[in-house]
Every structure is written in structure tokens, then in C-alpha cells.
């Protein structure tokens, strides 16, 4: 209550004084248009009197004066009226006024001297009195003066009466708005603190309704933006707290967002880090075509999820095409953005791509010609002559951009990510030999014959070795790069230590496993649906009658083996019908580069596919197939990953697939199968997996089945054994050992002495 008053007495108060200096101005223009009003009515009669003496074609005697005034006395406010001649002896008068009107006054002989008319005020007793003085000149004789006098009481006493009125209504404004201040300030703005300080009571105590949401408003919105990242800091610390002692006390080695920060800021020390990548992590677009308001999409990629961290420990900066159609908006002026938005710690800086440069560069020969190339999916490289000019001239525009930004920086390190960026490395490392430059392929490396196809293959392999050191997924793909890098161009390859010697520099050649951002359960026990109200909540969201769940996660790629999946489910039917209208498999697939004719041909292959297998099963509200053609957040995907049966990744070639190690890392009630296919990285490590062969329907429809009818001890044992493996291989794991090793790299002092030099 004492605080509500703070606010709202200052309030009455201003009103009052505001009320107070209205009242004064109004008494001014008051008393001014009485005044006015007054002179008027003097100003007229005394012009009437001095017209009739000077139009008067006879000589103007008292008597005739004194006739003529008798005419004016009747008038209202008039005390009397008075003539004199030049002498200022009284000519003539009304009865009835003072005195001291007897002889001319003062204040009329200063005006009949300036001969010109004026008013003045004068006391008389309580009275206030108007003169009134304006001199005539008859035609004939001498000149007079004639005095109108008014009585001006009148003035202040309605003066009065509107200050009454005045002080009166503001008094009961203040008192009005101070009221209504009274209840808006408790409403909006008491209430919501006492809410925020409810909340952040219970957030500091570690009880279940401090995750209750805030109230929101236009007035404190920002507050409570601020607030929620505040309580997110504060569950992250006390989950950290947590963790980092149930490490102490197991021993364990799990890496966590602190941990790679400690460890990238003791390896990077003050070198700054400079990230390249073909997508942003943070993507500004119109809701509506070219206009209208602005929103914030963080769009969902497992590149992101693991270069974030690395990028909130070191303060860097990254570098990636601005393909949002309001992201120029939203940059400075030299195309830099400060993120995250909640709390800005790293650099975005945007490249610009026209639709052609993008058609040519990553539509045409990264996506048609380098993707398929490199998996072993049986499509068809394309490679266009302008395709490849078009990539060799993306890869300089963001050389060109790393090395602006890296402009008076010592020691550099560069990061760059994926097949996008093939040539950069090169173009990076001979303009800065001081920085030390990595480039990370995440997806397969295919064997020299193959990767022979690609007419600029020796341009390729030069280019990545031009990075101190390049990693892929698995060793496999380690190797097969040596092998193509021994066919491809001259160097001196070290098969023990994994090292290329080409032009006198040495390029390191290592596997890193890339995985998800996994940690222990954290959450309170019970404050989670089941798994069985999970899968029920979720057919029931999708109008299906079914009592097992299935689950694909995939863009949709023809790498990615949904062709092959949608038969073996087929399969499973034909062969084992005791699970028709009891197991329904869910297919979100996210469309992906439907601007390439065979991205577009295959989405409807998909589609085709699913309405076929379901029109020969389908059986009332259940079906077999439920396909969500639609890009689908994280947080969507969770519940389908907690309430599935089974979970199927059929990759036909993968360079790790990190929707097995989400779905792992999902179920922390250590149950569900997952049916792996073979062929992806991730097989190297999910041994406990259900291993299959894509290609082969049979086999992955018994392994459906499999599965579905395994014990819950075994998969209790199975998945204890992957989350096991994807919780101390998670991505800081990954992002703290690939910037360990950079980090170890040393450019010989003669070589940055030499480049610092030239700068």
C-alpha cells in the first residue's frame, strides 16, 4: 500500500499544481474579456456622446449636455458619465458620482494631453472603479473631455466565483484520476511484480511451480523477457550444480556447456574463433511477402545444436549465408547481428546470395552435383560448367568475408563447416598463413573411383588441403579421403599418423563423431506424462486408433531410405497381419530443397507411397502410415521420440544420423527399440542397435517386429548401453576435442613473424 501511495500522491499532486496553473491562465483571459467587454460599452457610449457633439450645428451648452447624457445613464454597469471642457472644469454630469469626479482626473488629463482614449482602474471604498476617458473636438468651440466611469466590481466577484468553480473541479479531478491511478497501478503493475516475485521465490527454491509463465503485457513485457531468461539461467545453473555433482561423485568425464567453455577458453585463450557455414542460426523473415512484421526463426539443424555452444564459449564469430527474406533488415552496417537475441555473445555476419548465385552454388553443384556423389544412393551427380563457377565464386565471396573480419586479429582460428565450403580452406590459409583453419565434412567421404566422377576433383582435394586439419565422422571416411587425396594430386601421405604432406605444409586427417546435446534427467520424478499417455495423447492429436508407435524422423532426402522403410512396413503387414489396426508408424518428414526437380519428384514418390499402403490396410480410424509432410520444432518431434515403439533410421548412406542418438538420447525411461541401418556412422557406435540392411525389406520387417515384441529387460539393457554411449559422446564432447586438437597446432613463429609483418 505505501508503495502504491509513492506512486500515485506525486500523481495527485502533479494534477493539482496542473489544475492550479490552468486556473490562473483561465482568470487571465477571464479578467482580460470582462475588462474587454467593459471598455466596449464605455468606448460606444462615449464615441455616441462625442459624435453628437461634434455633428451638433449649435453651440453645446450644459443644459443640452445634461439632456444628453440623461439618454446613457439607464445603462447597465454605468456608474455616470461626465463632460468637461478644456479647463477641466465640469461641464456636465449624471447624479450619483463621487466626488472626486468633481474636477477632471488625473489619469483623464494624462489622456486628454496625449488626445487619444483610454481606461483606467481605480479603488473606491470597496468599489473598483472604470474611467473611461476620450477627448472630443466640436466643430464649434472649444475642445472637451468626455469621462464614462463603470463600476468593475462585478469583475471580481465573477473572478471569484470561477475560482471557487476551478479549484472545486480540481480537486475532484485529482482525486478521480488518483483513484483510478490507484486501482491501474495496482492492477497493472503491483500485481504483475507480486506475481514476479512469487515466481522467482519459487524458481530460487527449486519448487515445481516455478515454471509457471509470467503475465504478459505490452508495459512489462520486456521485464518478463529478462525475467524468463533470468529463471532459464537460474534452472541451467542449478541443473549444472547437479550435474557437476553427480560427476564428482561417479568420477565421470561428461562433458557439459561449462566444461567446454572452461576448456575452449584455457586452448583458445585470446585467439578468436571465426565460424563459416553454409546456413545461419538465426534467420529473421516477413510473416507476409516482402513486408509487414519481422519474425525470429531458429531453424532446426543439428549443425547448429553443435557449433552454438562452441560459439557462446568464445565470443566468436559466424559466418553463414543471410537467406532470410527480412534478414538484411535486421543487420548493421556492415551486415554484423549480435546473438542470440536473449542475450547477445557472439557475432553473426551475413553473406548475400542472389537467387542465381545460390541456384548455381548450392541448389546446382552442391546439392546435385557433391551431395549425391558422396552417398551411395544411387542418384546420379550432375555437373554443370557454370555450376562450378558459380561455387568457385561463393567460395571466394565468403573467403573474402572471413578474411575481413579476421582484419588485425593475431593468430586466427577458422572453423569451416561441410561441402559448401570445399575451396576455402585453401583461399583462407594463403592470404592468413598465421590462422589456423579446420574444415569439418559431416557427411560420407566416398571412395577414390567414386569420388573420380567430379570433373574438378584434383581443385577439391587442393582446396581442403589447404586446412591444418580436416575431420569426418567415422575412419572410414578418413580413409577414403587419404586414398582419394593419393590418386587425386601429389603428396606425401603418412597412413600411421593420418597425415598429408603437400607444398610443405601438413594437413591432419582425424574422425570426430559429431552427436547431440544429451544430459542426464534433471526433471522432478512424475512431473512427465508416460510413455502409454504420451502415445495415447499423441493418436488421439492425430485422429488414429492405434496402441503401438513407429517413428521416422527425416528431411526428406533420397538418401534417407523412406521408400525403402514404407516397404518393409508393407512387409511387416504381409507378413505378420496379427498388427494390423494395433501398430501405426508415423513418418515426419520435413521437405527439404524443393527447387531441385528430384528433391520435388521425390517428396511426391513419398506421399505416392504412403496413400498406397494405406489404401490397401487402412481399416476405420486406424491406418498404418501417418505421413506429416511439414517442418516439425524440436520440441514437437520430443513426444513422438518418448512414446514410440520402435524407432526406424534406414539411411541408404549417412555420414552419422543424429536423429538415433536424439531418439536415444529421449528415452530416459531406458525403453523403446531402435532399427539402424547399417550404413550410417551412427552404426559404429549403437551396436546395440537393431542393425539392418535398408535395401533388404525382409529383414528389416522382421526386425519391426523384433522390436515390438523384445522383453522389457532387453531393452532396458540395450538402451542403457546407447545412452550411455551418446550421453559421454555428446556434442560438446565433439566440438571440445576437434578445437583440442586445432588448438595444438602451431604455426612456425617464422611464418606468422613474417605475416605479421606484411599486414
Keep these: 500500500m505505501r508503495r502504491i501511495l509513492q506512486l500515485v500522491l506525486p500523481l495527485a499532486v502533479s494534477v493539482l499544481c496542473v489544475s492550479l496553473l490552468f486556473t490562473i491562465h483561465q482568470l487571465q483571459v477571464e479578467r482580460r474579456n470582462l475588462r474587454g467587454e467593459l471598455s466596449r460599452n464605455a468606448a460606444i457610449v462615449a464615441e455616441n456622446l462625442a459624435e453628437s457633439m461634434e455633428s451638433s450645428h449649435a453651440t453645446v451648452t450644459s443644459a443640452s449636455l445634461s439632456r444628453l447624457l440623461e439618454r446613457y445613464k439607464s445603462r447597465a454597469r454605468l456608474k455616470g458619465i461626465v463632460?468637461?471642457?478644456?479647463a477641466g472644469a465640469v461641464v456636465a454630469f449624471t447624479p450619483g458620482l463621487p466626488v472626486r469626479f468633481n474636477q477632471l482626473p488625473a489619469e483623464a488629463a494624462a489622456a486628454a494631453s496625449r488626445d487619444r482614449a483610454s481606461e483606467d482602474y481605480i479603488r473606491f471604498g470597496d468599489a473598483t472603479l472604470q474611467v473611461y476617458t476620450l477627448p472630443v473636438h466640436p466643430d464649434r468651440g472649444s475642445a472637451a473631455t468626455v469621462v464614462i466611469v463603470s463600476d468593475a466590481s462585478y469583475i471580481q466577484a465573477q473572478l471569484m466565483r470561477t475560482l471557487r468553480a476551478s479549484s472545486f473541479t480540481g480537486l475532484v479531478q485529482a482525486f478521480l484520476i488518483s483513484l483510478l491511478a490507484f486501482f491501474l497501478v495496482r492492477l497493472n503493475f503491483i500485481a504483475p511484480l507480486t506475481i514476479t516475485a512469487h515466481w522467482l521465490r519459487m524458481l530460487r527454491s527449486g519448487s515445481p511451480e516455478g515454471t509457471r509463465v509470467l503475465p504478459q503485457d505490452g508495459v512489462f513485457g520486456q521485464i518478463h523477457s529478462e525475467v524468463r531468461h533470468l529463471a532459464n539461467d537460474l534452472n541451467t545453473a542449478r541443473a549444472a550444480a547437479q550435474e557437476e555433482a553427480q560427476l564428482r561423485e561417479s568420477q565421470s568425464s561428461l562433458w557439459t556447456p561449462d566444461r567446454l567453455r572452461v576448456s575452449l577458453l584455457s586452448k583458445l585463450q585470446d585467439n578468436s574463433l571465426f565460424v563459416v557455414s553454409n546456413r545461419e542460426p538465426y534467420m529473421h523473415v516477413f510473416q507476409e511477402r516482402d513486408h509487414g512484421p519481422i519474425q525470429?526463426?531458429?531453424?532446426?539443424?543439428?549443425?547448429?545444436?553443435?557449433?552454438e555452444p562452441v560459439l557462446l564459449a568464445c565470443h566468436g564469430t559466424w559466418i553463414a549465408n543471410g537467406s532470410g527474406s527480412a534478414d538484411k533488415r535486421t543487420v548493421d552496417e556492415h551486415d554484423h547481428l549480435r546473438v542470440p537475441p536473449s542475450r547477445p555473445t557472439y557475432t553473426l555476419r551475413r553473406v548475400w546470395l542472389t537467387p542465381e548465385e545460390g541456384r548455381g552454388y548450392y541448389e546446382g553443384f552442391s546439392n546435385e552435383g557433391l551431395w549425391p556423389l558422396c552417398h551411395i544412393a544411387h542418384t546420379r551427380p550432375i555437373f554443370r560448367p557454370e555450376d562450378?563457377?558459380?561455387?568457385?565464386?561463393?567460395?571466394?565471396?565468403?573467403?573474402?568475408?572471413?578474411?575481413?573480419?579476421?582484419?588485425?586479429?593475431?593468430?586466427?582460428v577458422v572453423l569451416a563447416q561441410d561441402y559448401h565450403f570445399t575451396l576455402l580452406p585453401r583461399l583462407v590459409k594463403e592470404a592468413r598463413p598465421d590462422a589456423r583453419v579446420a574444415i569439418f565434412w559431416h557427411i560420407p567421404w566416398p571412395n577414390p573411383e567414386v569420388f573420380g566422377i567430379c570433373p574438378w576433383q584434383t581443385e577439391l582435394v587442393d582446396g581442403l588441403l589447404g586446412a591444418d586439419l580436416v575431420g569426418f565422422h567415422i575412419r572410414t571416411h578418413c580413409n577414403n579421403f587419404l586414398s582419394t587425396v593419393d590418386h587425386a594430386v601429389e603428396a606425401l601421405i603418412d597412413w600411421d599418423r593420418f597425415e598429408i604432406y603437400r607444398q610443405g605444409h601438413v594437413t591432419r586427417v582425424r574422425p570426430y563423431p559429431i552427436s547431440v546435446a544429451a544430459m542426464p534427467n534433471t526433471e522432478a520424478n512424475g512431473s512427465r506424462r508416460s510413455s502409454g499417455e504420451e502415445r495415447a495423447a499423441l493418436f488421439e492429436q492425430l485422429g488414429v486408433e492405434a496402441s503401438l508407435l513407429g517413428i521416422g524422423v527425416d528431411r526428406v532426402d533420397y538418401?534417407?531410405?523412406?521408400?525403402?522403410?514404407?516397404?518393409a512396413i508393407e512387409r511387416f503387414f504381409e507378413n505378420f497381419p496379427a498388427y494390423l489396426q494395433r501398430f501405426t508408424f508415423v513418418q515426419v518428414g520435413a521437405p527439404s530443397r524443393t527447387d531441385i526437380p528430384r528433391y520435388q519428384q521425390f517428396l511426391e514418390?513419398?506421399?505416392?507411397?504412403?496413400?498406397?499402403?494405406?489404401?490397401?490396410?487402412?481399416?476405420?480410424?486406424?491406418?498404418?502410415?501417418?505421413?506429416?509432410?511439414?517442418?516439425?520444432?524440436?520440441?514437437?518431434?520430443?513426444?513422438?521420440?518418448?512414446?514410440?515403439?520402435?524407432?526406424?533410421?534406414?539411411?541408404?548412406?549417412?555420414?552419422m544420423n543424429l536423429v538415433a542418438k536424439e531418439f536415444v538420447a529421449a528415452r530416459e525411461d531406458n525403453h523403446g527399440v531402435l532399427v539402424l541401418s547399417s550404413f550410417t556412422g551412427a552404426a559404429q557406435e549403437l551396436r546395440d542397435a537393431l542393425l539392418v540392411n535398408p535395401y533388404d525389406v525382409d529383414q528389416s520387417a522382421r526386425a519391426i517386429r523384433q522390436a515390438l515384441e523384445m522383453s522389457e529387460e532387453e531393452q532396458e539393457d540395450r538402451m542403457v548401453q546407447m545412452r550411455k554411449i551418446v550421453l559421454e559422446n555428446n556434442v560438446y564432447r565433439w566440438a571440445a576435442h576437434l578445437l583440442s586438437?586445432?588448438?595444438?597446432?602451431?604455426?612456425?613463429?617464422?611464418?606468422?613473424?613474417?605475416?605479421?609483418?606484411?599486414?
Design 83 to 86: 463632460v468637461y471642457d478644456s
Design 559 to 567: 538418401t534417407k531410405g523412406i521408400l525403402e522403410r514404407f516397404r
Design 296 to 307: 525470429l526463426i531458429i531453424p532446426a539443424s543439428g549443425l547448429v545444436t553443435a557449433l
Design 605 to 655: 514418390e513419398v506421399a505416392t507411397e504412403a496413400a498406397r499402403i494405406n489404401a490397401r490396410f487402412q481399416s476405420g480410424r486406424w491406418k498404418p502410415i501417418v505421413f506429416l509432410a511439414r517442418h516439425h520444432s524440436h520440441e514437437e518431434i520430443i513426444p513422438f521420440y518418448r512414446a514410440a515403439s520402435v524407432c526406424l533410421v534406414t539411411s541408404l548412406h549417412d555420414g
Design 388 to 412: 562450378w563457377q558459380e561455387y568457385q565464386r561463393i567460395n571466394q565471396r565468403f573467403a573474402d568475408a572471413v578474411l575481413q573480419e579476421m582484419r588485425d586479429v593475431p593468430s586466427p
Design 741 to 759: 586438437d586445432l588448438s595444438e597446432i602451431r604455426v612456425p613463429a617464422a611464418e606468422r613473424q613474417d605475416t605479421l609483418s606484411a599486414r
